[in-house]
């Protein structure tokens, strides 16, 4: 069963394993260290390493035992499977689709769908999801299949040695490429949302230009940690919003200059335009380098084409 407490002030700003001893005594340190390592304490509902420093209100979650039966539902999810072995599977996870039930939100998840159609995966923790994407991102997502593969690849992610790198389509024009390196923490006038803050944890994003649309711009971004909405946050952060983000972009920035035409359409565009469209890792078995992509999705792709026509 899960258990989820928040960090009290007067453990803000310490380790995350010596912050979840004190605020789970029924268990050791050395024994939540382990869990933390085995990626069964997550910090904000992300894998994190036992030394990251938490700050007041983030959230841990533990399970104390395997979960070696999950409550949630099998239900019928549509997702494009982009690759299967014994030990992992690789899929593309369509935008609007939560990743497992949650506070408000029972099923139709992704897990759910994982569940119905490999039902062994209820013998893992969180059904072998080991990273995540937000509700409204696409892209590659990789999910475990047994618990030694799970265990390789949370050491990876913890290790910082898992590659990952995304499709952004943003409001503003990009030269070349630059790092953006600023901490990000809870906002504090909306729990819901993050922002950049100096006592926030650290963030390493890097942005590159793919293509010029004009006052637009499509670019890869690559990030070497993992926090809560880091791309969105980080390009808000440097009036770089992505198209299409009801958060971090809530007016629908337009660029100036930009035709009515362009402007409707751009307003209206369905969905959060961020894609992730690749993943490398070391391979467990040979230590080769495992690659996998999806490619941008059509609606994206499409909103491309028209922002060039306009140049």
């Given at each position: ?12 700003n310490?380790?995350f394993?010596?912050a ?5 005594k029924?268990f050791?340190r ?13 910090l904000n ?7 990251d ?6 959230e841990?979650?533990?399970n104390p ?9 099998p ?12 030990n ?6 369509p935008p ?16 759910n769908g ?5 039902p ?6 969180r059904?072998?999801?080991?990273h995540r994407?937000?509700?409204?991102t ?7 299949r ?5 265990n ?7 290790d ?6 995304y ?7 990009v ?19 993050m ?12 942005v ?26 980080h390009?808000?952060?440097k ?7 009801k ?5 629908s920035?337009?660029?100036k200059?930009t035709?009515?035409?362009l402007?409707?359409?751009?307003r ?5 335009a961020?894609?992730?469209?690749h ?6 078995d ?22 060039e026509?306009?140049?």
């Open positions: 069963m899960e258990i989820v407490k928040k960090v009290p002030p007067e453990l803000s310490i380790r394993d010596k979840s001893s004190e605020i789970f029924d050791s050395s024994q939540l260290k382990k869990w933390i390592i085995d990626g069964r304490v997550l509902n992300e894998i994190a390493s036992p030394k420093i938490v700050n007041q209100d983030d841990i979650l533990i035992i395997s979960e070696n039966k999950i409550e949630w539902e239900q019928e999810i549509k997702f494009e499977l982009i690759h299967k072995d014994d992992f599977l690789v899929i593309n996870k609007n689709l939560v990743m497992h039930p949650g506070a408000g939100c029972n099923n139709g998840t992704l897990a994982l569940l119905y159609r490999f062994e995966l209820k013998l893992l923790p059904a072998g999801i080991v994407l937000d509700k409204d696409s892209g590659i997502l990789l999910v475990a047994t618990e030694k593969f799970r390789h690849f949370v050491n990876l992610l913890q910082r040695r898992v590659n990952k790198i499709k952004a389509l943003i409001v503003g024009k030269i070349g490429s630059f790092e953006i390196t600023d901490a990000i923490g809870r906002d504090k006038n909306n729990r819901t949302k922002s950049v803050r100096v006592d926030g944890k650290d963030a390493h994003t890097f590159k230009l793919d293509k010029n649309l004009g006052s637009y711009s499509l670019l890869d971004v690559s990030i070497k940690t993992g926090r809560t909405h880091q791309i969105r946050v390009l808000s952060s009036k770089l919003p992505i198209i299409g983000d958060t971090y972009n809530p007016s920035n337009i660029a200059g035709p009515k035409v402007t409707d359409i751009i209206d565009f369905p969905r959060q961020l894609h992730s469209y993943l490398s890792f070391e391979d467990m040979t230590n080769e380098t495992r690659t996998f992509e999806a490619s941008i999705p059509d609606v994206i792709t499409n909103l491309c084409n028209i922002l026509k306009h140049i």
